[in-house]
């Protein structure tokens, strides 16, 4: 009977440990087993590291598009067609040929001029197209590619105005021109009072009707606003010797380096197959791309 019963005994401990064992088991093949969630995570934050590795320009390609800020308000350059309301104008084909060349599609986003520059520095635009020309203070906050038109800044007056002559002249006097622009900041360094609007319309309204002296803005701004109104009351006053080359404004940093060699390489494409003479010939009826 004690024979029996220690046998029997043996058995249920014997089955227990076997027990014990399978269930060590199980818990340690759970344990190894990862979470779907941790595995997400996992990926995603490869994911993250792998596209801070990468560039502008590859971000950009990834993306498919590149995101262009401009007025849409100051023709030829960047304007509405008064027909169909189409965003037209110089920059706005040049810009899109530029991302053709890049092999992506051109994104625009109209916002003000200052706007457009404080969005690029920030990240918010990956390029701005609106006839920005190249400035020493600029050159501080903001890497230029190569340029892809030139012009001369022009102060415009009324045709009966003789009072100006030069932009010397403009000491004491008022002018009007957008926030952020060259312009304003010639206004400025001449002496005038500057009034901030927001298209060249407006600037040329405030200069005929008097309410301000003169507007500093570009030749061939100016010229098309004559051509295209008839207007015989306003006059181009001075020219700047200093020729004004208009480029793409990129965020500064090593991060654009290769995106702006890509654009360089676009615009000397363009360049050499006729491209931007035949865009600059069909809004300025000249060619601004040789300086």
């Known amino acids: 009977m004690k024979r029996k019963l ?5 058995t249920v401990l014997l089955s ?21 969630a ?12 792998e596209n801070a590795t990468e560039d502008h320009l590859a971000r950009i390609k990834a993306a498919g598009k590149i995101t262009i800020a401009t007025e849409g308000v100051w023709a030829p350059f960047t304007y509405h067609d008064p027909e169909t309301d189409e965003l037209v ?3 706005v084909e040049v810009a899109a040929a530029i991302a053709k060349k890049l092999g992506v599609e051109p994104e625009f986003k109209e916002v003000a001029f200052d706007g457009g520059l404080t969005g690029v520095s920030t ?6 197209a609106n006839g920005v020309d190249v400035t020493p203070d600029r050159s501080e906050t903001y890497d230029f590619t190569d340029p ?3 012009d001369h800044a022009v102060v415009v007056t009324l045709a009966s105005n003789d009072s100006i002559s030069s932009f010397e002249d403009l000491n004491g006097k008022t002018t009007a021109n957008s926030a952020g622009s060259t312009y304003e900041a010639m206004g400025i360094k001449y002496g005038t009072t500057v009034s901030n609007v927001d298209t060249l319309g407006e600037t040329m309204t405030l200069v005929l009707n008097g309410t301000v002296d003169a507007t500093i803005n570009a030749n061939t701004s ?4 004559f ?3 008839g207007t015989t009351d306003l006059k181009v006053a001075a020219v700047d010797s200093e020729v004004t080359m208009y480029a793409v404004p990129l965020a500064k940093g090593s991060d654009n380096d290769s995106l702006r060699a890509a654009i360089n390489q676009a615009i000397s494409e363009l360049r050499a197959d006729g491209t931007l003479s035949e865009i600059s010939v069909k809004y300025f009826g000249a060619d601004i791309t040789a300086e």
């Open 6 to 10: 220690s046998m029997l005994l043996t």
């Open 148 to 150: 892809y038109a030139y």
């Open 16 to 36: 227990a440990s076997i027990a014990a064992c399978g269930s060590q088991s199980g818990a340690d093949e759970t344990t190894n087993e990862t979470p779907a």
């Open 123 to 128: 990240g918010t635009f990956d390029m701005m």
């Open 89 to 91: 104008g110089f920059d």
């Open 227 to 229: 051509n295209t109104t």
């Open 38 to 49: 941790e595995t997400s995570q996992t990926e995603n934050a490869a994911a993250d590291t």
């Open 222 to 225: 100016a010229q098309d606003y």
